[in-house]
């Protein structure tokens, strides 16, 4: 079992920066791989993002591609989002998601249901 908490939302200037966090619980969380979400009003989950168990591996949606930076810190049981440039069309809840995989380089998936434990989302507004 895996309990996400998302944290670092919040409103910001168009071109400016956030730092999303996703804190795990439990002593396995480095067997899993980790993808960031995004929901906007009216619209279905997206991907934005996902890094494999060991960090090595990165992916990222052409939307956000060269803007976001995802990361992990395994030994703090954390991953995070470095959102830079933001745009209004950034704006959503953000969710990380966790998903078990046998390999360290594997990443997860661009379909969310695929992933098997969910935080409850942080929002992000960036205002034009």
């Known amino acids: 079992q895996v309990q996400l908490v998302e944290s670092g939302g919040g409103l910001v200037q168009a071109g400016g920066s956030l730092r999303l966090s996703c804190a795990a619980s439990?002593?396995?969380?480095?067997?899993?791989?980790v993808g960031w979400f995004r929901q906007a009003p009216g619209k279905e989950r997206e991907f934005v993002s996902t890094?494999?168990?060991?960090?090595?591996?990165?992916f990222y949606a052409g939307s956000v591609l060269g803007r976001f930076t995802i990361s992990r810190d395994n030994a703090k049981n954390t991953v995070y989002l470095q959102m830079n440039s933001l745009k209004p069309e950034d704006t959503a809840v953000y969710f990380c998601?966790?998903?078990?995989?046998?390999?360290?380089?594997?990443?997860?998936?661009?379909?969310?249901?695929?992933?098997?434990?969910w935080g409850q989302g942080t929002q992000v507004t960036v205002s034009s």
């Open positions: 998601a966790a998903v078990a995989k046998s390999g360290t380089m594997t990443t997860g998936s661009l379909d969310p249901f695929e992933y098997d434990y």
């Open positions: 439990g002593r396995t969380f480095e067997y899993y791989a």
């Open positions: 890094i494999s168990r060991s960090g090595s591996r990165t």
